[in-house]
């Protein structure tokens, strides 16, 4: 296995971009695809879980042209759902965002098709989907466990109506539901049960949807209504802003040992609920200033926090490690959901803070970590998980080295993460 050990880094400073958000990159290809017309999109992500959206898009017959770097591509839309005579199988590795709304947006298309996943994609929960879908009397089958896929889908018209979803353990049911609901032929009415978990992803759906020219009626994120005769239109350009959540290991190095460091990419308008990581910082004591291209952080002292994060649930992993650096314990609550994605993350965090000698409590759905003056080097598993590669090389913000254990796992959202980490320092 590869490893990577980080020397300690001293000061870190200048500027750094991030790439396109994985978020808008899935949900705009896959809105492209269903679109009357071309649409062009810029700063697309090039990582693994976009190529799982795109491998899938040229099965399903889709045309479009990638740029060589991969970050321009000229998508034909279909001008409406997919329709495809053969039985397709597709592969869609670790990727909630191509799984979720793929099942949903198949279900309504003139497909048979199979949907598999790497092996932790057997064990992310699916049901609530499945179960919302059936009420609109979608045909999709469990192949090995309920609830999980893969998932046998046998496409055709469906007609709407209404349907309930179990919001309480991911938002991209909900996404996948209101994406797919222009396929319908009628009216669709959405109602949310339970407690909707990642709130602000949703806005990143609406927004996008609306950008294809699908109106959503929103009523208090309960019940959402999206009426029948409506179909996506291209926008003609489509820009995906730089990631918010990649952004978070940047912003967090400078509060931790800036020095200011300018994350560009990303800006104080940004649609991505994780931009609010950057108040999670100034709340512990980093200085940040917002501007229309870029955020900006400066270093000081920080303190710990006790914060409901069920809002970020990606950058809140930073915080995590982030907290290894502060004064007094960080508590970060109501993130059940760690459990649930590219493993069990609260475990996961929890262990390999443990390692470095952090004393940590896990709770059913909180992390509590206390700092400590005798950080120790460790080599620090990453579970297949990019997001704890990431966040662990923080820790060489110390006097101390770490090990990341296969740090090629950020493959899924950001490849060359290390590369552009090392231009603060070096
Ligand atoms: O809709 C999206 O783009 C995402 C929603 C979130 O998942 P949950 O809604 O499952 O928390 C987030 O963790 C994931 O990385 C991306
Ligand atoms: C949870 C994540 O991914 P996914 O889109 O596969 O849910 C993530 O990127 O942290």
Redesign the pocket.
């Known amino acids: 296995m590869e490893q990577l050990t980080l020397e300690p880094i001293s000061k870190v400073s200048g500027e750094v971009n991030v790439p396109g958000s994985?978020s808008l990159s899935n949900r705009a290809l896959l809105l492209a695809a269903l679109a009357e017309g071309e649409t062009e999109l810029t700063n697309l992500l090039d990582s693994e879980?976009i190529e799982h959206m795109l491998n899938a898009l040229t099965k399903l017959g889709v045309t479009y042209s990638l740029s060589e770097d991969k970050t321009r591509c000229k998508v034909v839309g279909n001008g409406g759902a997919f329709s495809v005579a053969e039985p397709l199988e597709l592969f869609l590795g670790?990727?909630?965002?191509a799984m979720r709304p793929l099942c949903a947006a198949l279900a309504a298309s003139k497909v048979e098709v199979v949907l598999t996943g790497e092996p932790r994609m057997e064990e992310r929960p699916i049901g609530d989907l499945v179960d919302a879908l059936r009420m609109g009397n979608a045909e999709i089958e469990y192949l090995k466990n309920d609830g999980f896929p893969p998932l046998q889908i046998k496409g055709k018209t469906l007609s709407g109506g209404e349907m309930e979803v179990d919001g309480s353990v991911s938002s991209?049911f909900l996404t996948a539901l209101l994406m797919s609901a222009p396929l319908f032929t009628g009216d669709v009415t959405i109602r949310i049960k339970g407690e909707l978990v990642s709130k602000p992803y949703i806005d990143i759906t609406l927004d996008t949807m609306a950008k294809f020219g699908v109106e959503v009626n929103n009523d208090n994120y309960q019940t959402f209504t999206i009426s029948a005769g409506q179909s996506y239109r291209s926008p003609g350009k489509f820009m995906v802003e730089g990631d918010a959540?990649s952004a978070s290991y940047f912003l967090a190095a400078g509060a931790i040992k800036g020095g200011t460091v300018r994350v560009t990419g990303i800006g104080k308008n940004s649609i991505q609920g994780d931009i609010r990581f950057a108040d999670v910082l100034e709340a512990m004591g980093a200085k940040i200033t917002w501007h229309d291209e870029y955020v900006e952080v400066t270093g000081a002292p920080l303190k710990g926090i006790d914060m409901d994060m069920n809002h970020i649930?990606?950058a809140a992993m930073t915080i995590a490690t982030t907290a290894l650096f502060a004064q007094g314990p960080t508590s970060i609550t109501n993130i059940y959901n760690w459990r649930v994605?590219?493993t069990d993350r609260l475990n996961a965090m929890a262990t390999e803070l443990r390692k470095l000698g952090a004393e940590v409590e896990e709770g059913h759905d909180y992390i509590k970590v206390w700092p400590t003056d005798m950080l120790k080097h460790a080599a620090i598993d990453t579970y297949n998980d990019?997001?704890i590669a990431m966040c662990f090389s923080l820790v060489a913000l110390s006097d101390t080295p770490v090990t990341i254990n296969d740090p090629g796992c950020t493959r899924?959202?950001f490849p060359d993460y290390f590369t552009r980490f090392a231009t603060l320092y070096s």
């Open positions: 994985k879980d670790n990727a909630g965002t991209q959540s649930p990606d994605k590219e990019h997001r899924k959202t």
